[in-house]
């Protein structure tokens, strides 16, 4: 299989997982798309190499980081978003989806390195050496990252204590 075959082939296989971390680090649909389309472009020309060196995932959720962070630094900022829209009644959500909006909106107020630690540490599940590797830092900062960003959750958030997540992991 060449390089451009191997490159469509990784898109359409990982897009959706890709999305879904881009999400969790924006905390919007567009946002998130633009993350991994400039990603996806940023890895397209060296795709052989990163082939070539191993574990073509590792290498595109690592530039998906630095991405995300760059996409901030420069001011990329997304528009404040309006949860319950004004003078409109909605339904009942579901239990799931109200502890999916209280999640995204306190990971939201986070920075983007500790949202992108946190995501890392316990959506993906990685261990804080790996988290150290993908984000090229060492290990005490993510380990200070992890705290601060989990006390200013509880300060900001004290809601997810109670939460129950276990419902929202069955459907991932």
């Known amino acids: 299989m060449d390089a451009e075959d191997s490159f469509a082939s990784y898109v359409r296989d990982r897009t959706a997982a890709l999305s879904r971390i881009a999400y969790l680090l924006t905390g919007d649909r567009h946002l998130a798309e633009d993350l991994v ?8 020309g060296r795709w ?14 690592r530039a998906l980081y630095h991405q995300h962070i760059s996409f901030w630094r420069r001011g990329r900022r997304r528009p404040s978003l309006v949860y319950e829209p004004a003078d409109r009644s909605i339904p009942d959500p579901t239990a799931t989806v109200a502890d999916g909006l209280t999640l995204r909106r306190a990971l939201a107020r986070l920075a983007p390195g500790q ?5 890392l540490r316990f959506y993906e599940d990685r261990t804080e050496e790996e988290v150290a590797e993908l984000l090229g830092c060492r290990v ?4 200070s990252q992890t705290r ?10 004290p809601e997810l204590v109670e939460l ?9």
């Open 37 to 44: 389309q400039e990603t996806l472009l940023g890895v397209v």
């Open 48 to 61: 052989r190499r990163i082939v070539a060196d191993g574990d073509p995932d590792a290498y595109v959720r």
């Open 115 to 119: 949202r992108a630690v946190l995501v």
């Open 140 to 143: 005490g900062t993510v380990k």
């Open 148 to 157: 601060d960003a989990l006390a200013r959750l509880r300060r900001m958030a």
């Open 164 to 172: 129950d997540f276990s419902r929202a992991e069955a459907g991932r």
